[in-house]
Nanobody
Framework: QVQLVESGGGLVQSGGSLRLACSGS????????MDWYRQAPGLAREWVAQ????????NYLNSVKGRFTISRNNAENTMYLQMNSLKPEDTATYYC??????????WGKGTQVTVSS
């Protein structure tokens, strides 16, 4: 059974930092690209960042480039999102995602990030 569990969210002041983690199980973690998404109240879920299966390449939403860093530790089946210089507009529920060979999108339950101004 595929399972993704996010952690590390919280309340932080503008300019602060948080580090999110996503633990994966039920699939061969090291074989797959993985992504972070976020969803703010009343808005559609948006893609934030992606990391290759081996961590060799990464991509970011323009608005988070230079502030967020995605990484992974395949030995621990964990992906991370280091978020620095946080802004109120970063407030959202953050989800990790993997698309497996069956074409299905698998999601965690999310972790809430709230940035106060």
């Amino acid at each position: 059974q595929v399972q993704l569990v996010e952690s590390g969210g919280g309340l932080v002041q503008s300019g602060g930092s948080l580090r999110l983690a996503c633990s994966g199980s039920g699939f061969t973690f090291s074989r797959y690209f993985m992504d972070w998404y976020r969803q703010a109240p009343g808005l559609a879920r948006e893609w934030v960042a992606q990391i290759a299966f081996d961590g060799a390449s990464t991509n970011y939403l323009n608005s988070v480039k230079g502030r967020f860093t995605i990484s992974r530790n395949n030995a621990e089946n964990t992906m991370y999102l280091q978020m620095n210089s946080l802004k109120p507009e970063d407030t959202a529920t953050y989800y990790c995602n993997v698309v497996l060979d069956d074409g299905r999108y698998y999601w965690g339950k999310g972790t809430q990030v709230t940035v106060s101004s």
